[in-house]
Nanobody, 118 residues
Framework: QVQLVESGGGLVQPGGSLRLSCAAS????????MYWYRQAPGKERELVAS????????NYANSVKGRFTISRDNAKNTVYLQMNSLKPEDTAVYSC???????????WGQGTQVTVSS
């Protein structure tokens, strides 16, 4: 079955960096775009970044543009989110997501907590 397992979250000071990983299994990873979302307490879920199946195209929310980088290693079935210059407002649960079409369905990872605080 499809599984998405995130790791790499934690507590970091403002201005610091973290790299999140999402290990995927149960589907042909190389065929599908991947997404990172985040949700802060009391706020709606927000699309942070997306990457095409080949990695050749990426998109970012305005709030993270220039600070976050999404990438993927198709040999390892893993998508990454490098987060630099972190701000307190980046504090959220970060989850990876894949949509496998009307037949395949959509899947979320369990999420990883990122807390930016001094």
């Amino acid at each position: 079955q499809v599984q998405l397992v995130e790791s790499g979250g934690g507590l970091v000071q403002p201005g610091g960096s973290l790299r999140l990983s999402c290990a995927a299994s149960g589907f042909t990873f190389t065929n599908w775009p991947m997404y990172w979302y985040r949700q802060a307490p009391g706020k709606e879920r927000e699309l942070v970044a997306s990457i095409s199946s080949t990695g050749g195209s990426t998109n970012y929310a305005n709030s993270v543009k220039g600070r976050f980088t999404i990438s993927r290693d198709n040999a390892k079935n893993t998508v990454y989110l490098q987060m630099n210059s972190l701000k307190p407002e980046d504090t959220a649960v970060y989850s990876c997501y894949v949509y496998l079409g009307l037949v395949g369905g959509q899947y979320w990872g369990q999420g990883t907590q990122v807390t930016v605080s001094s």
